[in-house]
């Protein structure tokens, strides 16, 4: 194969990214359910500034689990409907290399959107600007491991009712660490404390993501075709 | 590079009821298998199965090269071209880019029949060329560049079909083929699977209508 043609898995993730921006609809809708729900708060939890700032990085946080969660649900299923999963099994990519770079291109066209709007949130409701950064990083990691442990139940919810549900159901016990370290190195960096404990165990974490979710998610899939 | 296709005692089941039993058959280079028999028979699975979507209730189905066998996984990996009735094809990207992105997944084979010049892949502007070719051979060149949503269904089809001739791969799985398309269609692209034949490839097709290429008949009853 020569260098200047890109390799089948590479051709996956670009066609992937460019699918997700054409229809506008998946990093738009994640992006605009993002700033929705933040712009809600201050009408529900009340406007007082100091009782917003003390909520506003675990919100900012939180909502950004809901908003990649609430994407993930046509991670797969398009091409599990339209029969594109038929043909992509039949590459010579085994599924579990599918799912692993489907999940990544699902990070960097939704994940990483939503990662820089966190911190923009966070501030905008009144936490401290010294957050912005850790929050960022913690909000980039974080996507990550949801993109990835989503795509586990994902795989595992296709062709079932109500997928979206089975979804949530599924990986939500996963999703636990990430938001406990993740609002943890938040909290840390709004008080002016140590933020990188919490942040590198985000990081361990969303690596062992990275490395193990991709072959239940394969296994998912070739369950799927089935 | 397969060279032999074959089921022994085969058995599929679909939505917990048997589909058939005790199906064998053997397809050789050059050779063509007309899947028939009624809706319902089970035709669409045994092609699923051969393509390892489905999992046979009993029986093997084995691929061999001029080597001697074949580990299942890798035929199906480098050497099987899968025609569906859902083809896969993305409604908001053009028909090029759909067909350049479905050639680099299948890729090429990499043992090529001998004596196939067959499209050569040295480099970006040979390979456009390629699939420049492969558009005109289904009357798609005009199209190019439309969204794969605005073409008709028959045009969808022959873009579809297109990936048989993107990439080389010997076995063609084809559900329906013919399906949508109008009669000189049908011939051109019977003059495809004829060529295909040719140079040594093995076809399976369901059909209801009959191919028009010479091919042995495999009749599927309901059990």
């Given at each position: 194969?020569?260098?200047?043609?890109?390799?089948?898995?590479?051709?996956?993730?670009?066609?992937?990214?460019?699918?997700?921006?054409?229809?506008?609809g998946g990093p738009l809708l994640a992006g605009a359910f993002y700033l929705g729900v933040a712009a809600l708060v201050p009408l529900s939890a009340g406007a007082s500034p100091e009782r917003l700032a003390a909520v506003a990085p675990g919100l900012a946080w939180l909502v950004l689990a809901l908003a990649s969660l609430l994407s993930l649900e046509r991670l797969f299923e398009p091409d599990w409907e339209d029969g594109a999963l038929d043909l992509l099994a039949q590459g010579r990519a085994p599924l579990a290399a599918v799912a692993a770079v489907k999940a990544a291109a699902h990070w960097c066209a939704t994940g990483a959107p939503l990662a820089l709007l966190a911190p923009a949130a966070a501030v905008a409701l009144g936490a401290p600007v010294r957050i912005a950064g850790p929050m960022l990083a913690a909000a980039l990691l974080g996507g990550l491991a949801f993109a990835y442990l989503g795509a586990i139940g994902a795989a595992l919810s296709l062709g079932a009712r109500r997928g979206g549900l089975l979804i949530a159901v599924l990986v939500l016990p996963l999703l636990v660490p990430p938001v406990i370290f993740g609002a943890a190195a938040v909290e840390a960096a709004a008080h002016g404390g140590p933020w990188l404990p919490s942040?590198?165990?985000?990081?361990?974490?969303?690596?062992?993501?990275?490395?193990?979710?991709?072959?239940?998610?394969?296994?998912?899939?070739?369950?799927?075709?089935? | 590079m397969i060279t032999a296709v074959s089921a022994e005692a085969l058995a599929l089941d679909r939505g917990g009821r048997r589909l058939f039993e005790d199906l064998s058959f053997h397809l050789r280079p050059?050779?063509?298998?007309?899947?028939?028999?009624?809706?319902?028979?089970?035709?669409?699975?045994?092609?699923?199965?051969?393509a390892g979507l489905l999992r046979p209730a009993a029986g093997q189905i084995r691929f061999a090269s001029a080597q001697g066998p074949i580990e299942a996984d890798e035929a199906r990996a480098s050497a099987l071209h899968w025609l569906g009735s859902a083809d896969g094809l993305k409604g908001s990207r053009t028909a090029a880019a759909e067909l350049r992105f479905w050639s680099e997944w299948t890729g090429e084979s990499p043992v090529r029949l001998s004596g196939r010049g067959g499209p050569e892949r040295s480099g970006p502007e040979r390979e456009r060329t390629t699939l420049d070719s492969v558009l005109d051979a289904l009357g798609l060149t005009?199209?190019?560049?439309?969204?794969?949503?605005?073409l008709s269904t028959g045009q969808r089809r022959r873009l579809a079909l297109a990936r048989l001739l993107a990439s080389f791969r010997p076995l063609w799985l084809l559900d329906e083929p013919l399906a949508p398309l109008d009669a000189r269609w049908r011939t051109r692209v019977g003059e495809m699977m004829h060529a295909h034949l040719d140079e040594g490839g093995l076809i399976i097709a369901a059909v209801h209508d009959t191919l028009p290429i010479g091919a042995r008949e495999l009749r599927l009853e309901p059990a």
């Open positions: 194969m020569s260098a200047r043609r890109p390799t089948p898995l590479l051709a996956l993730f670009l066609r992937d990214m460019q699918l997700a921006w054409a229809g506008g942040l590198a165990l985000l990081a361990a974490y969303a690596l062992l993501a990275v490395a193990a979710a991709p072959f239940a998610a394969g296994a998912g899939l070739r369950n799927a075709l089935g | 050059g050779e063509a298998i007309a899947l028939t028999g009624p809706n319902g028979a089970g035709k669409t699975s045994l092609l699923r199965a051969i005009s199209h190019a560049h439309t969204e794969v949503r605005r």
